[in-house]
């Protein structure tokens, strides 16, 4: 269970017939009563235009949100004006079945860019959406189902943290899995808690969580027009406010809940066999170090190394010393699977373990800069044909 | 012909057991006169010794080389002080053999990073390979298949011009085709003239060519330890200096040349079945021009989607969109193989024939930003399964 953990939210997940497999494309999370709202989104020029939509309304409502309906099978993106009407219209339907002000409705949307939304056949799919509310973990798992995409799995994640002898929960779901890049939240988050916490702190908490998690991960370097990660807090466990040790006992569990998804998103990369998670130390800058780690993470050739357990570790030097990182290559260590590959500006002889280590599903690339003290953290996958096979198939 | 089309030059390209293939893998060009010489190279921070060695042979003699000694198989990159030590040994070998100064050896190589060059196999081979200089097509034709890797043929190209009433010649050669990407020269490239060209001139005459041709294209946006181009001019056609339009001319003749080139390394690039040429105009600046079409040529979702002969636009808008550069969506304009597929922030409905356009072997992308008058042209190819086939099995 997961979106519907946290007390006070019921989902559902149902097919609109915008896919053409008959498998859920339409999810529903709804609020029992009101409840602050945060989003991170895409800064993609091309964004979508509910994107837009949303940003502008937890602006207008000072941050608060009752309702999230989000679809999968189309993105509703570069569909000029008519996506704005659609998803608006989408959203009064919403406000009218649910009772709740329009600008408490979150749409989200995702899948090919450039098609229109069937608005009819989403409406009637509603109508069973709404008769299909529930807060049972079936329910949460059936909407975690309707916004994937080329998922091959749902995404789902719940942390705890007590205040003031209450416990509390954290809950969400996330799909992927292509156009996953850096630099923002990606694609889509939906996170829900039982908590009462103040929109601004939410919004606090919430980027501070999506940094190390969303922000960090790449699957291949490519930033959608649709990312939207959006946290809901109902306060249904305890009306009270949260304490000042309860607020950061809150965000720890959001960071939590948003590291587990980006990681099971990362797992879960279009034809991924392998997570690798790449560490920069002893950068001269936390640019630089971030600089290096995303471009060893978005390298072809180091990515395809790691689907054929290639040692040809030079592809990773070849990363860094493209980043426009400022280091010098004598005094650069890279680490793989724990051992030392490259002390300098040459490759050390590995021991036969590394092809061990290298068949393992998460490889961890250690580079120390030896420049200064910044550090930091990237997850990605490996680049497989399934990529390609996805990517050059995929709305034909 | 190519590399010994111009007059004085001879080449030769044998097998020196490097590759374990039996494939030739040691190229030989000398120039039978005293030539001028400059050259472009990698800026990667991790690059190879023998491209230091060639940085600094140029600034010595003031741009003089009379001999290039280039091996395929081994990069001789990331292998410590050795690397600068084994092609040195092997600069000095040629330079007796030849009876050549030492400083004006240009010693190249390319292959995977991190072994250590067979010098004793190579300089037995070198005995072989002097041997057999000749200036006949054949001679050359092996020497551009000596430096071949993962290409699957090789590259020459040969262009002419007239000063004074003399013919010139300028031909050349070059290889890829995996971490091959802009922003320099790219890979190894090769290029003789047999007109007299001072040493000055001929830097900005080569830097000039080499941006519109290397330095924009890109088949997995990688840049290589080991990029080098080099051009040699010999006076062996006319002892005099060429008049200022002889010069132009010249610098013509060499942009040519280098153009022929770089499209045939996007065309053979790993696993390439498509060339794209793209193409954007209505920038503010010229670097936003730039940054959008590389962010388009390096996008895997862009050249899935040439490789798949899909039309899924919004890859294209997505690539555009988070590029970083500045303009409004409203005014964008994209055209795939002439015809209008994206105007504003929406999709246009294609004619049929868009299918058979995407079946050519070489596609043309316009973007219009509508944002200003700067533009750019960079040139890629589609991504594969066979470019993650070639690059998860190298080197195993």
Redesign the interface.
Known sequence: MSIVAARGFRASGVWAAIKGSGKPDLALVVSDRPATAAGVFS?????ASQVDAAIGKLKESGGKARAILAVSGC?N???????FRDQARLSRTVSRMLKVPDDQVMFSATG???MRLPVDRIERGLVKAVRELSAAPAAGLLAARAIMTTDTRPKQAVAHFTDGGTRFVVGGMAKGV??V?PRMATILVFITSDARVPAPALGRALRAAVKPSFNSITV??????NDTALVLANGAASSSPLSAKGQRAFGEALAEVCMSLALDLVRDGEGAKHLVDIGVTGAATAADADRVARSIA????VK??F??R??????I??????SGAL?S?DRVRIRVGGQLV?R????VPTRYTILTRLAEPEIRVEVDLGAGRASARVFTCD???G???I??????
């Open positions: 800064p993609n020029r091309f964004r993105a993106a570069l569909v000029g004006r008519r996506g090919p860019i450039g292509g156009m890049s291949d370097g490519q930033a959608s027009t978005d390298s072809p050739l395809t190394m689907y054929g290639q040692t040809n570790w030079g592809r030097a070849q990363a860094i010393g493209a280091f290559p490259v300098g500006t040459a490759t680049l497989t044909e990529y390609v096979r990517n050059a198939g995929y709305l034909s």
